[in-house]
Structure formats: structure tokens, C-alpha cells
């Protein structure tokens, strides 16, 4: 996936993840200020033609089984080069229907993929990265609901 949109050799390659994925996955979390992952169960990696991991999309389904963004995280030397914008297209196709809790300044690339705005009352709670009612971060970073159809 050459970044300019234009052929030529392919930045990153997307995959499944590897259990041999976590150590780097793991890292790239913990950098965002996020907990380690529980596992590699739907989760889809970005690689460089080294097969190091530079992004990473992991998916959490709610009781409806409709899919939640739960994190999309990427390497931040490789932001800009179009492994975010990679990681959730493979993730609409695969899944559907996709929503996330936005948060920060990521309202506006979430936007700028299709993302539209929802409702508090329409997310489910288990599925979403956290509850943010009682964080205290939460003016901060603004969680807005969204959802891809």
C-alpha cells in the first residue's frame, strides 16, 4: 500500500495478528497511555517489509455482535502514511458496520473516513474502550460516539 496513493513498492502490508505480535502491539499501547492487549483474537496488524508491526486495529463485537473499534493504534513515525485510514477500511469491510468512542483530536480523522455521530444512549457500554462517565480526563478529550454504516 504505497502511501501516495499512487504504484509502487507497498509501504505495509496488513495481516492477522501473530501471538509473536504482542510484545510490539503491546508497546505501541502502552505509549498511548492504553493497558497491554488481553490477546490477538480479532485484531489486524500493519507491517513494514521487515514484518515489524507499525499499526495495529483490533475489533471487540457488543451483544449484537456489531463491531467496535478497540483500539486502532499506529507507530507514531508511521502516522501520515496512510496505515490508519488502511487498518479501518479492512476493518469496514471485513465487519460492517463499525462504531468507536472518538476521542480528542481523532474526531476529525474518524470524520474524514465516513464516521457520523451517535448517541450515548445507542453505544454499548461493554463494548467501548472504557466507561467515561467518571474519568477525569473527560473534558479533555471530548468522547463522541461514532459510527461507520
Not at 16 to 26: F, H, K, N
Not at 42 to 66: C, Y
Not at 86 to 114: C, N, P, Q, W
Amino acid at each position: 500500500m504505497a502511501s501516495d496513493g499512487q504504484q509502487g513498492p507497498a509501504l505495509f502490508t496488513l495481516r492477522d495478528a501473530r501471538e509473536s505480535d504482542l510484545p510490539s502491539v503491546d508497546f505501541m499501547a502502552l505509549g498511548e497511555g492504553m493497558d497491554r492487549m488481553p490477546g490477538i483474537e480479532r485484531m489486524r496488524v500493519a507491517v513494514n517489509d521487515a514484518d515489524e508491526v507499525v499499526g495495529f486495529l483490533r475489533l471487540q463485537p457488543d451483544a449484537q455482535g456489531v463491531a467496535y473499534v478497540n483500539p486502532v493504534v499506529v507507530y507514531p513515525t508511521w502516522r501520515g502514511q496512510g496505515v490508519g485510514r488502511a487498518l479501518m477500511d479492512d476493518a469496514h469491510e471485513r465487519a460492517g458496520e463499525l462504531r468507536l468512542i472518538a476521542r480528542g483530536t481523532s474526531v476529525g480523522f474518524y470524520r474524514k473516513l465516513g464516521f457520523t455521530n451517535m448517541s450515548w444512549a445507542d453505544t454499548d457500554q461493554s463494548a467501548a474502550s472504557e466507561d467515561c462517565d467518571g474519568c477525569p480526563y473527560r473534558a479533555d478529550c471530548k468522547p463522541q460516539p461514532m459510527r461507520l454504516v
